[in-house]
């Protein structure tokens, strides 16, 4: 444990820039530590040392030590020289892809900025600008058979996940063509296809669903006995949701009963308006995990191929069935709370400061250093994504609002919990139910 | 509360000879035989065995139902409820959980999103309020905000309502609170018939069922007939029941309330008052074309409930009348509910904060425009 004490702990400086120097990936016990530098740079792994293998565990029990040997993050220059294919992090696919589901991100939150000012979309709608490299660095890892539970800021979840823009935006303009038919909106992204569980209001919402799901997949494997891969579970959640009860009660079960979850927080500092460290006792949430068994990590979540590394990692160890893992992710929104928040509280020093480390511009510049991809090839991307964007509008617009009857649907999956009608008949049965004529 | 307990440990100890949970053989063997002679002689049960025979069989017929709380599984259930249970499925399928409501609550929903078939525990309805967000916000509105594409197939079942002297944080009913959720389906079982039906009916149901049981019914023994205990046996959800047909007043009440007014209405028989008692079984839906087809034959209301009145469950079945039944009515509509306090712990005061029979009977007497019992020739 010497290395430990040589750590230094955080000390939060009220300028807001983080001065946390050292993260550690691992559960109890770890000795080594990732380095991490707060410049640009970590995105070419300049400067950084991957932790290794715990030795042992804190506390014995069932606790399972912590991960093996993440690869490790090689000092690589950023001065543009071509470098060894085989250190690369991603191949050419993999980053296209990468970089593709970024743009979509930030160009379609863009657009909803536009369309909220004009009207076309309404209530509270928060934005991810900034964060893309979690959703990106996580999901594009998991297939269509595994689960993402979010909070209100889901509009990239779901696209990451696989639920069309088309069916996004149209959800969001409170159309009948959206992804839940316009009766969820912005707050309420679901999709049954696409494994979406959610899109909830409240913080910390969320995590017990995710956790409800990897308890159904492991109870699907051993106790219906089906075979494949074990569906995964991810949720997603912020700074302010790890002091909130429910995560903790949800850390406890998970790491008890083994559960194939994930669980990241994408801590952007700032819970509203209420900064991070004036709200928690123990900024550094990762922390949380050790106490209760569980491998845990903290990496920067402005950086794609890093959340990546780690979250192989994560997933990995999920559906081998060694149970959960708690990642937090250093990120920062760029745009305030939601489109009603005049942003007042933050720094513009700190925010120019995240600014500067954009994970698409890290990723691009990542790309095109390394000869992955060329200027053209990320044009070309960037172009397709304004017209899957622009089109999305359109459709959005063109579509129809819900029918009068659409107000009674969906309440129950089965229609006769309306009860009995004045005829004695199911109301469902009543012809004027759905055409809004029945008396409820 | 800790009275109840000690009188189940000290009968659960002595049917197991002294292991907590120790021996599932003979666990097992006493439920056989209790179970054969339920089967033989067909006659009566208590709510609790009908509760857990249900449970059973829906277990043993879909291996997706799995049942979760707190004692639910080596403590054989914190009222015995679900006896028997991990013995006979495994502890994958009846699961201890920590004492984390809302954590727990949470994961229930989420895995019947997924699929499975959750009957979540909760001791009382009272510990529910800590799992309210997801009772009310993942359970009863998913199916509503995803547009109809995810469903939530979950029982959340547990006691409601007022037990004996475990004062105000462990005694208040939620009838009303989760009544008027849309999206929920509100059960309210009185006998053994209504707990049998009813808690298929929800294992069953692809929606979110809120089950509100009543302690003190537990151990009540009552007839049933060959046909409950058939393993295909179910209530239909949102249709009351006439426990006793009457002509001159309408008693609406349900779960132990019913029980009070079935008394109440032998009483009153006796000084001539005819008096037809709705055992409502759902909350949510609520019946009210039963409910209004009895006032139009009765003319007059009673409604009955051991909740808080303002805006209480009899105040909506009060409002349901007076809408669609108004000229009908011969006498103002009439709510007895519990005292507008918290549950205070003496007995006498406890006596007092909740309706009695004598209470019904006064109430029926004054409905009826009887200023006291006619037979009493002296004043």
């Known amino acids: 444990m010497a290395a430990l004490s040589s750590l230094r702990v955080a000390v939060p400086q009220l300028d807001s820039r983080r001065t946390l120097p050292c993260s550690h990936f691992g559960g109890a016990g770890c000795e080594k530590a990732f380095f991490r530098c707060q410049s640009s740079k970590l995105l070419l792994g300049a400067g950084c040392v991957a932790g290794e293998k715990a030795p042992r565990v804190a506390g014995g029990g069932n606790v399972r030590a912590a991960v093996s040997a993440s690869k490790a993050v090689t000092e690589k220059p950023n001065s543009g020289s071509k470098s060894d294919k085989a250190d690369l992090l991603v191949t050419k696919d993999e980053g296209l892809e990468l970089y593709e589901d970024m743009v979509l991100g930030r160009s379609f939150e863009d657009m909803c900025a536009q369309m909220y000012y004009r009207g076309k979309m309404f209530g509270f709608v928060h934005l991810y600008n900034g964060q893309e490299a979690v959703s990106t660095g996580f999901i594009k890892l998991l297939k269509q058979t595994d689960f993402v539970t979010s909070t209100y800021r889901d509009h990239v979840h779901a696209l990451s996940k696989g639920v069309p823009a088309r069916q996004v935006m149209a959800e969001l303009f409170g159309k009948s063509t959206g992804c839940c038919r316009g009766q969820g909106g912005s707050m309420h992204m679901f999709s049954a296809e696409h494994g979406l569980l959610g899109g909830f209001a409240f913080i910390g919402e969320g995590i017990p669903v995710a956790v409800g799901a990897a308890f159904t997949s492991k109870y699907k494997r051993e106790v219906l006995k089906e075979e494949g891969d074990m569906p995964v579970s991810i949720a997603f959640f912020g700074d302010g949701t790890a002091n909130n009860g429910q995560f903790f009660e949800c850390l406890n ?60 990692e994560a997933v990995e160890r999920a559906r081998r069935g060694d149970g959960p893992t ?75 609002l819900p029918g009068r009857s659409q107000l009674l649907e969906n309440v129950f999956a089965d229609p006769k919990g309306f009860g009995i009608g004045p005829d004695g008949r199911y109301r469902c049965e009543d012809p004027g139910f759905t055409a809004g004529t029945a008396q409820v | 509360m800790l009275a109840a307990f000690g009188k189940n440990r000290a009968l659960v100890s002595s049917l ?11 666990a097992a063997a006493v439920w056989a035989v209790s179970k054969r002679f339920m089967s033989a002689s067909g006659d009566s049960i208590t709510v609790r065995e009908a509760l857990n025979s249900a449970i059973d069989e829906e277990m043993t017929a879909d291996s997706k139902v799995f049942v979760m709380g707190e004692e639910v599984g080596e403590y054989q259930g914190a009222y015995k409820v679900t006896k028997g249970l991990l013995q ?67 029982v959340f079942r547990g006691p409601n309502g007022a037990a004996a002297g475990v004062a105000a944080q462990h005694s208040q009913c939620f009838a009303a609170w989760y009544g008027q959720v849309p999206g929920l389906k509100v059960l309210v079982p009185y006998d053994a018939e209504d707990a049998r039906g009813l808690m298929k009916a929800a294992i069953r ?15 009540e023994s009552f007839p049933v007939s060959k046909e409950v205990l058939d393993p295909s046996f179910t209530l239909p959800i949102g249709k009351a029941k006439i ?59 009673l409604c009955l409930e051991e909740g808080w009145p303002q805006h209480g469950v009899c105040a909506e079945i009060c409002a349901s009348v007076v809408e669609e039944s108004f000229y009908y009515l011969d006498a103002p509509v009439e709510r007895i509910c519990g005292a507008d306090v918290p549950m205070p712990y003496a007995a006498n005061l406890e006596r007092l904060a909740v309706p009695q029979i004598d209470d019904v009977i006064r109430a029926a007497r004054r409905i009826c425009f009887r200023k006291q019992d006619k037979r009493k020739a002296t004043a």
């Open chain 2, 243 to 301: 426990m006793r047909e009457g002509s001159d007043l309408t008693i609406v009440t349900f779960s132990k309330m019913v029980g009070y007014a079935l008394k109440a209405a032998d009483e009153l028989a006796k000084e001539g008052i005819s008096v037809e008692v709705v055992n409502l079984r759902s909350i949510r839906p609520l019946d009210r074309e039963t409910i209004n087809a009895s006032v139009r034959k009765t003319s007059r209301l």
């Open chain 2, 205 to 219: 149901d692809p929606d979110p069922v809120v089950f509100l049981e009543n302690e003190l019914l537990y151990g």
């Open chain 1, 326 to 400: 708690l990642i937090e992710c250093e990120t920062y929104r760029f745009r305030g709370h939601s489109l009603a928040d005049p942003d007042e509280l933050r720094a513009p020093a700190e925010k120019a400061h995240y600014a500067a480390r954009d994970p698409i511009v890290a990723l691009k510049k990542y790309l095109l250093d390394n000869e992955i991809a060329t200027e053209a090839e990320l044009k070309s991307i960037e172009k397709k994504i304004d017209e899957v964007v622009e089109d999305a509008v359109e459709f959005a617009d063109a579509s129809p």
């Open chain 2, 16 to 26: 197991l000879r002294g292991g907590n949970g120790g021996d599932g053989a003979s």
């Open chain 2, 88 to 154: 006979k499925f495994g502890p994958d399928r009846v699961l201890d959980t920590p004492i984390t409501e809302a954590g727990f609550t949470g994961l229930g929903v989420g895995a019947a999103m997924y699929g499975l078939k959750p009957i979540v525990e909760f001791m009382t309805f009272n510990f529910a309020m800590q799992a309210i967000d997801h009772l009310i916000n993942s359970a009863a509105k998913t199916n509503y905000m995803s547009g109809g594409t995810i469903n939530v197939p979950i």
């Open chain 1, 253 to 312: 079960m998970a790491q008890l009963w083994k559960l194939p979850v994930i669980f990241v927080v994408e801590n952007n500092l700032w819970a509203i308006g209420m900064s991070h460290y004036r709200s928690t006792s123990d900024p550094e949430i990762w922390k949380k995990g050790p106490a209760f068994g569980m491998a845990s990590a903290h990496v920067d979540g402005m950086d794609v191929l890093k959340v990546r590394e780690v979250a192989k």
